[in-house]
T-cell receptor, first 114, second 111 residues
Framework: AQSVAQPEDQVNVAEGNPLTVKCTYSVSGNPYLFWYVQYPNRGLQFLLKYITGDNLVKGSYGFEAEFNKSQTSFHLKKPSALVSDSALYFCAVRDSDRDDKIIFGKGTRLHILP | DADVTQTPRNRITKTGKRIMLECSQTKGHDRMYWYRQDPGLGLRLIYYSFDVKDINKGEISDGYSVSRQAQAKFSLSLESAIPNQTALYFC??????????FGPGTRLTVL
């Protein structure tokens, strides 16, 4: 069965600095990978996805993520953090070979300090 | 996202009551999901459905049941609610390769 690990419950970054939110995954086949963001009292919003192709994926609000098959990782990155990026971030994975359900990580709370 | 609607948005109920949460979508997606969110536990999958005749258990299906009344409608029932089912419940939809779209959530409190 597939699984997702987000090893950090919380990440603190100063405004203007680069940020990274970590995600590792486990699937038996080829992964489809996703990042979602949740702002307070809101539902989840899609940020970006990796299906196939280029390992560096660009998404909404200046975010990007790098797929690393050997390390089974899909870390979320942004070159320069904004205070408005403060939110809860979820990584998710689906085993594309099994055309199976989508499993989410526990989430990482990102705090951008002004 | 108005494409996926959930009713009710908030509900307070008592232990032992039957509760139904409803979800409808206008995105034309064939796949629908129910997740619950708890602080520190993230999103956990309750049930999912890939089409009207397909229902599958997720990670935490005990105490829940679902009905896929049509392609656009997927309801979640708690036959006899208990306090540890207090959570934020999300419905979501997707196609095979597209990302999921989430509803606004239903905050359920079981006293």
């Amino acid at each position: 069965a597939q699984s997702v690990a987000q090893p950090e419950d919380q990440v603190n970054v100063a405004e203007g600095n680069p940020l990274t939110v970590k995600c590792t995954y486990s699937v038996s086949g080829n992964p489809y990978l996703f990042w979602y963001v949740q702002y307070p009292n809101r539902g989840l919003q899609f940020l970006l996805k990796y299906i196939t192709g280029d390992n560096l994926v660009k998404g909404s609000y200046g975010f990007e993520a790098e797929f690393n098959k050997s390390q089974t990782s899909f870390h979320l990155k942004k070159p320069s953090a904004l205070v408005s990026d403060s939110a809860l971030y979820f990584c998710a994975v689906r085993d594309s070979d099994r055309d199976d359900k989508i499993i989410f990580g526990k989430g990482t709370r990102l705090h951008i300090l002004p | 996202d108005a494409d996926v609607t959930q009713t009710p948005r908030n509900r307070i109920t008592k232990t032992g009551k039957r509760i139904m949460l409803e979800c409808s979508q206008t995105k034309g997606h064939d796949r629908m999901y129910w997740y619950r969110q708890d602080p520190g536990l993230g999103l956990r999958l309750i049930y999912y459905s890939f089409d009207v005749k397909d229902i599958n258990k997720g990670e935490i299906s005990d105490g829940y049941s679902v009905s896929r009344q049509a392609q656009a409608k997927f309801s979640l029932s708690l036959e006899s609610a208990i306090p540890n089912q207090t959570a934020l419940y999300f419905c979501a939809t997707s196609d095979r390769r597209r990302p999921m779209f989430f509803g606004p959530g239903t905050r359920l409190t079981v006293l």
